[in-house]
């Protein structure tokens, strides 16, 4: 069974504070995705990273793929309340198949 | 143009039911997913088309749940004999080939 674990689960800080989330699997991914979900809509793809140890910056936002394309992480520099809302990233498969395996998420919250 | 659409945005129907679900993806795009969202948490993917074909269904949970697409256009997906533990939100993504996947805002169930 494929798995993307995601940590922490939920996180509130204030505003200007960083923070880092992480995506980990035992399986190797063709690509890597983080998506960023609000209330009553799908989620929104943030960025795509498909070289291991790259690295990728959107504004305050820096994603890296893993050296050994297992495992992410987001790290959100000076973070904003309209950071707020559910980060989630998503690994693909491409043998034999084309699917993407979501991770159970994370929930951030920053107070103003 | 126009994004992802489904319908109906909200579902409320009696255990027992059948229900329908449906996603009109971007046009021209040649792939397609649903997936389904527990309250606040990742997403579980359950099938993903290439055209009209079905290569992935693995993610289907029982064989109360199928899914056709029509034309490489529309799809629906059919949920019989619906279950409480089948309430959720399901969402559609298509994408074309392998690129970016556009989500839809998504179809809440409730199985009363």
Known sequence: TQLLEQSPQFLSIQEGENLTVYCNSSSVFSSLQWYRQEPGEGPVLLVTVVTGGEVKKLKRLTFQFGDARKDSSLHITAAQPGDTGLYLCAGAFTSGTYKYIFGTGTRLKVLA | ?112
Do not use: M
């Open chain 2, 1 to 112: 143009g126009a994004g992802v659409s489904q319908s109906p945005s909200n579902k409320v129907t009696e255990k027992g039911k059948d229900v329908e679900l449906r996603c009109d993806p971007i046009s021209g795009h040649t792939a397609l997913y649903w997936y389904r969202q527990s309250l606040g948490q990742g997403l579980e993917f359950l099938i993903y088309f290439q055209g009209n074909s079905a290569p992935d269904k693995s993610g289907l949970p029982s064989d109360r749940f199928s899914a056709e697409r029509t034309g490489g256009s529309v799809s629906t997906l059919t949920i019989q004999r619906t279950q409480q533990e089948d309430s959720a939100v399901y969402l559609c993504a298509s994408s074309w080939g392998t690129d970016t996947q556009y989500f839809g805002p998504g179809t809440r169930l409730t199985v009363l």
